[in-house]
């Protein structure tokens, strides 16, 4: 086993001093690119793969759980300023179920968590503040779930229920988001928050919730609805019509004058007020029974005359004569009835996005809209972006000369960018030609360098040596094969037998300094002879 060992090392060591110092250099680079490539893989492959434990920590909970990670040696990493604890990926469940063993993360008792804590011996006002500290607690996660709000802190004020009151107090809320750089709630979301909270109390109105960042920016105000929302709504709407008229009247205008010889601006005037209208109208037909139908009737008789005359002091003489007589009757009737009558509610609700004035603009290049009809380009206009000049539309076509000293130092530089790009990627080839042919070089060469060595030893012929230099050569092989085992003879004895052979020994240095390849592969020979 050891003899087997041996003769390897030595097959290995003897092929290695063959080798050029070229193929030398490039076994040895080839050696250090896999030891750094294995040693990096193995890293990457031994590298645990982290999972976050824990996210959205309070500092005290953070702080807690980093002491009993330091303590029980288990690695980790902090990451989102604290607030998020990485561990590695196969230990995460273990760890959390350890932590929860202990309490942690304690977090603090908010929502309908702290009316479990309520006895008996609570008096109302205190269920009144609980609920009301729960219900703000379900509104603030809530809103904390929503994408780029950090923390949100909402106060909900309700008003308290009294008996003799006419007009009762409507719920207000407010509230406080802190959002993550970066980030900038839209209309939209913030309609989500408002409609959120005052969906979540009882009696709340949309408009009655303030929404405030913590920049201090005031993104909804109470009584007056979502301002921000409102806004952008509007700005949306009017973008999208003013864009879609353009758009219209733009695509006439290339057909027309050529692509980029024109330019149309469109601005709309959009109401977006919603409102109602409510109308009652009553009717009556004759040929209806009534509903109801009642007669009074009265009758009156009386007796002696019935005094007659007229008031005055003139007639006070003549009073006896202006006497009636006694005998009178008396008869009344009155009827009442109450008739159905048709009662119609009509209710009209106008849906925004009534358009109040539209203005259009047209400039045409005079370069070639010059000998166009202008009459006819501004009715084409108008019917395309269906203007209503009852309305108080107003458009407007004008031929002017176009500015292109812009365009043209763009189209410039666009074109000096594509030759420079051309011209990198051009270089970038040459470059990499360049380095792909002269590793190709240095490959062709090595194996060119081996394969000449591999000619030599195969094209090897026999060296044509005297048998005086067949001689000294057998005899030196044999002496540096059997040295040890020769006694040992007086030097001076042989000084003659070694005088003789200087000649031979010159003719033989001469032989190798002119054919060093031949001789080396005979003495490879003899040794691998001599190992056999």
Do not use: C
Not at 255 to 276: C, F, I, K, M, T
Not at 296 to 313: H, I, M, N, R, S
Not at 343 to 357: F, H
């Amino acid at each position: 086993m050891k003899s087997a060992l041996a003769g390897t090392m030595e097959r290995a060591r003897s092929t290695f001093s063959t080798i050029s110092l070229g193929q030398k250099v490039v076994i040895g680079l080839l050696l250090v690119g896999l030891l750094l490539g294995g040693f990096f893989f193995f890293r990457w492959i031994t590298a645990p793969t982290q999972a976050p434990l824990f996210s959205n920590l309070a500092s005290t909970d953070a702080s807690a759980i980093v002491d009993e990670l330091n303590a029980a040696g288990v690695a980790y990493e902090l990451t989102d300023g604290g607030q998020t604890i990485m561990v590695a990926k196969d230990q995460v469940y273990d760890l959390r179920l350890t932590m929860s063993g202990q309490g942690l993360p304690a977090g603090q008792d908010t929502g309908y968590a702290l009316l479990d804590e309520q006895g008996i011996t609570t008096s109302e006002f205190q269920q009144q503040v609980s609920y009301q500290r729960a219900l703000e607690g379900e509104l603030s996660k809530t809103l904390e779930s929503l994408e780029g709000v950090r923390s949100a802190v909402v106060h909900v004020a309700l008003p308290e229920d009294e008996v003799f009151v006419t007009e009762e107090a409507k719920p207000t809320a407010s509230v406080l988001l802190d959002l993550a750089p970066g980030t900038a709630l839209s209309g939209e979301q913030i309609q989500a928050v408002t409609n959120l909270v005052s969906s979540s109390v009882q009696d709340m109105a949309p408009d009655q919730v303030t929404v405030a960042d913590s920049s201090g920016q005031v993104l909804s105000a109470a009584g007056t609805g979502v301002t921000a929302a409102a806004g952008d709504a509007r700005s949306q709407v009017e973008s999208e019509y003013e864009a879609r008229l353009s758009a219209s009247a733009q695509k006439i205008l290339d057909s027309v004058v050529g692509p980029n010889r024109s330019v149309v601006s469109v601005r709309a005037d959009v109401d977006l007020a919603q409102r109602e209208t409510t109308s009652e109208t009553y009717t009556y037909d004759g040929n209806t029974p009534p509903l109801s139908e009642s007669t009074t009737t009265e009758d009156y008789t009386g007796g002696g005359a019935v005094v007659g005359g007229v008031l005055g002091p003139e007639n006070m003489p003549d009073a006896a004569a202006n006497a009636g007589a006694g005998d009178s009757a008396y008869q009344k009737e009155s009827t009442t009835a109450n008739n159905a009558v048709g009662k119609t509610t009509t209710v009209e609700q106008g849906a925004p996005g009534a358009l109040n004035r539209l203005t259009v603009s047209v400039v045409m290049d005079e370069a070639v809209a010059g000998n166009l009809n202008q009459q006819q380009m501004r009715d084409l206009m108008i019917t395309a972006v269906g203007l209503d000049e009852a309305r108080g539309d107003d458009i407007t076509v004008a031929s002017l000369p176009f500015d292109t000293t812009a365009a043209d130092a763009a189209a410039a530089e666009m074109e000096a960018a594509r030759e420079a790009e051309a011209s990198e990627q051009m270089w970038s080839m040459i470059r990499t030609g360049g380095i792909a042919a002269g590793i190709a070089l240095v490959v062709l060469l090595v194996w060119l360098r081996s394969r000449r060595q591999v000619d030599a030893e195969d094209d090897y012929e026999p060296l044509e040596l005297t048998d005086d230099m067949l001689d000294e050569l057998d005899r030196l092989r044999i002496q540096s094969t059997r040295e040890e085992l020769r006694p040992k003879v007086d030097t001076a004895a042989l000084e003659l037998e070694a005088a003789e052979r200087q000649k031979v020994r010159g003719e033989i240095s001469n032989m190798v300094s002119e054919r060093p390849d031949e001789v080396a592969a005979m003495l490879r020979g003899w040794l691998t002879e001599n190992k056999s």
